[in-house]
């Protein structure tokens, strides 16, 4: 396991706006190297509770090694789309006070070539965050048809050169299996005719692979309808994305739960009839000039809060 350091991105603006009371039970989804969950835990009282999540065995060992000894705090590995059934088994449907994502990789799990994230440092092209379920990197590359592999790259990665790229990939995977991070990178870097100014010619189809490998998207639409069920009245969603496409779905979910269910134009409906469930909390909040300065990954990252009625 690594024992590089995550950063932490946005830790006193997340937590500021997560915990309004301190006696509350509070839901990390994305614990990692429990930086946020550190900070939440010095927050609460006695008789705050805090449940955290993560998919990756490595994040688990940390939990249990850094927070072992505090009774309010408990750990549970397995995806945050399963938040409904992990809150319901706890008896705290409709009782959470606060559920915090900080969505994507952390930098551990980056920076350690095994792990198989990263087109900087070699090693097998896995990039899953749960190495006990489904398929890496490698095994589905190896497989999916070329129109998949396309629109992998171009929807999750955002990449333009997605068709170009995977006609490349399915080429070289006849010649050789594709196994190893820098055999990507190097298929990929070799079919963008247009390199990025600052950004590795990569960057974008390891983002969609990663993306589409650990169901990303999918399991953060899970979590955003289940977070409704979860939250007690007052309690508060917070999400910190590092990507237009998670926060694009973000925004639109709160701004849908925010207007409430669309209804024919013209019916006398009271305002407190239309159903609304979230209100969203000040602006989208992006990390200040000094801590980008410090840490390059919180340039990207954008946080927005809602509070259920
Ligand atoms: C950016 S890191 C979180 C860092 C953490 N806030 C900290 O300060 O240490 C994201 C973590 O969320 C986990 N993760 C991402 N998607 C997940 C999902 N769908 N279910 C559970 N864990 C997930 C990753 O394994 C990773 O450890």
Known sequence: MSDSPHQTVLLNEAVDALVQDVDGFYVDGTFGRGGHSARILERLSEKGRLLGIDKDADAIAVAHERFASDARFEIAQGSFAALAELVGARDMTGKVQGLLLDLGVSSPQLDEAERGFSFLNDGPLDMRMDRSSGQSAAEWLAGAPEAEIARVLKEYGEERFGKRMARALVAARAEQPITRTSQLAEIVKAANPAWEKGKHPATRAFQGIRIHVNNELSDLEAILAQALTVLAPGGRLVV??????????????????????????????????????LKSVGKAVRASDIEVGANVRSRSAIMRVAEKL
């Open 240 to 277: 910190i994305s590092f990507h237009s496409l998670e926060d694009r779905l973000v925004k639109r979910f709160i701004r849908r739960q925010e207007k409430g269910q669309p209804l024919p134009a013209g019916l006398p409906v009271r305002d407190e009839q239309l159903d609304r469930t």
